[in-house]
């Protein structure tokens, strides 16, 4: 996205999108599970209305830059804490199912097709007809080959041979924001096979997912070192250690209960991380490799938060406003971009 693209026209969001959801998190929504001395993973997948309010500062984050914002030059980075915030919720309950004997790889992809498909479905035909009545042979073309990227989750390797995420103008389309659904579905295709490898051995899995999670940052910064911008941001390799940072939170769960004394700290500090970059990166700004850390470190300290300890960030994340825009926030990001990225 260049500043040519920020500026965009205005736009409404006229599309029921209330019911296309369902997060991670929806079918443990009635669970009752208390916090406990010692807490397992079983027992932090308990519905968190905080994390849908940090999920609805992502996405407003995403969504201003997206519009050209003043002061929100860096709301790109809303994309990584969502990363972080995925392979937290994803990772929790897969590894639940795995220590209670229930975990099914046809399970798990299935509820991703069905979390994923409804939602997609009217997005690919809205940008099919609009492609079809107002681009050019040339453009539809292209369009096409956009489209197929799109549904077989390989937007990223796309979007990489064909144009920067910050390209100018003449160079938009309706799907460049599905380059991130691509990374995200690229892990859960390796990560769940990694999780059951390494399921009888907690202390080796943490070590194993650390270690892959720090070769994947040195990798995006040998990249960007290297002046390969455009492939430390599209690479999936380079992007899974946002997606393990949270999951690395999800095995720790100790690791939460001990920090719970000082969870008003961590949310001072966390909201901190995240919006000192939106307000200060562009895209001229590094990215991602070390500049990500600070939202990644950010979205982390939220996380760890404990959510029974209330304070003035906390009963913001938890208002009804923020909880409602966290549960659209999927929707949200699917239909913003091809509305005003066309």
Known sequence: MSETLAKVHDHRLTIDISRCVTDELASFQRLAIAPVRH??????????????????????????????????????????????????????????????????????????????????????????LFAAAFYTSERFFEYGQSLIAFTTYTSNWFFYATRGYFAGADATTPLLHSWSLAVEEQFYLVFPLLLLVLARRPGVRLRVLAGFAAVSLVYAQMLLRDGQSDLAFYSTLARIWELLAGALLALSPAVTERLAPYATVLRVVGLGLILGPVVTYGPATVFPGAAALPPVAGTLLLLAASPVRGDPILRLLQSAPAVYTGRISYSLYLWHWPIIGR
């Open 39 to 128: 807490t397992s993973i079983v027992q932090m997948i308990a519905y968190r209305t905080d994390i849908d309010g940090l999920r609805a500062v992502s996405i407003i984050a995403v969504l201003l830059f997206h519009v050209g914002f003043d002061g929100w030059s860096g709301g790109y980075v809303g994309v990584d804490v969502f990363f972080v915030i995925s392979g937290f919720l994803i990772t929790s309950l897969i590894a639940a199912d795995i220590d209670t004997g229930t975990f099914s790889l046809g399970r798990f992809y299935e509820r991703r097709i069905r979390r994923l498909l409804p939602a997609t479905i009217p997005v690919v035909v809205f940008t099919a």
